[in-house]
């Protein structure tokens, strides 16, 4: 069965210092998907990424950058030089895609981030 | 790109009523859409997997009875809560993909989901 396990539960930082969250992930398949969404105060849900599982690249996007290593079943997300604005709760997911099964995504607990002024 | 609308994005009931939600694709045609609900300071918990023409599919200890799902068209989910209790309360989101995408392309979208209180 899938999982998702974000063992950070919550994270404070001090303004412009970097932070890593950690990711580990459980699957049966060899072809899934992955993803990071954000969470502010608001409720919704802000996409970041989307990763399949043969695409081992590491991708930066500004001041976020992801690490996703399969031997390790891991796909941490850092974001460089914080900023109160990135204070939010993050999720990360995954999703099989196998033929048989209904593409669900699957949520972490999630890392509540707190950005110190 | 792809918009979800979903609606009320909040309600306030009364304890024994019903509450209905809906989640729909404004852009984009959607065989499958997702239902969530996250508790305070909680992850997203999947309810149910919706697919169009069809009956949903519950997960493990959500009761289908209470909580309805229908998914008449290609645009349009509803997420009818029966009975509410107080313990119902809880943020509700809903997901949909777009049919049009391959399997492989995975456009997942959210809806900016709805909050219930039951009183």
């Known amino acids: 069965a899938q999982k998702v396990t974000q063992a950070q539960t919550e994270i404070s930082v001090v303004e412009k210092e970097d932070v890593t969250l950690d990711c580990v992930y459980e699957t049966r398949d060899t072809t899934y998907y992955l993803f990071w969404y954000k969470q502010p105060p608001s409720g919704e849900l802000v996409f970041l990424i989307r990763?399949?599982?043969?695409?081992?690249q590491n991708e930066i996007s500004g001041r976020y950058s992801w690490n996703f290593q399969k031997s390790t079943s891991s796909f941490n997300f850092t974001i460089t030089a914080s900023q109160v604005v990135d204070s939010a709760v993050y999720f990360c997911?995954?999703?099989?895609?196998?033929?048989?099964?209904?593409?669900?995504?699957?949520f972490g607990k999630g890392t509540r981030l707190h950005i110190l002024p | 790109g792809a918009v979800v609308s979903q609606h009320p994005s909040w309600v306030i009931c009364k304890s024994g009523t019903s509450v209905k939600i809906e989640c729909r694709s404004l852009d984009f045609q959607a065989t499958t859409m997702f239902w969530y609900r996250q508790f305070p300071k909680q992850s997203l918990m999947l309810m149910a997997t919706s697919n169009e023409g069809s009956k949903a599919t519950y997960e493990q200890g959500v009761e289908k009875d209470k909580f309805l799902i229908n998914h008449a068209s290609l645009t349009l989910s509803t997420l009818t809560v029966t009975s509410a209790h107080p313990e119902d309360s809880s943020f509700y989101i809903c997901?949909?993909?777009?049919?049009?995408?391959?399997?492989?392309?995975?456009?997942?979208?959210f809806g900016s989901g709805t909050r219930l209180t039951v009183v």
């Open positions: 997901s949909a993909r777009d049919s049009a995408q391959g399997r492989l392309d995975y456009g997942y979208t």
């Open positions: 997911a995954l999703s099989e895609a196998s033929q048989n099964r209904d593409d669900k995504i699957i």
């Open positions: 990763r399949n599982s043969f695409d081992e």
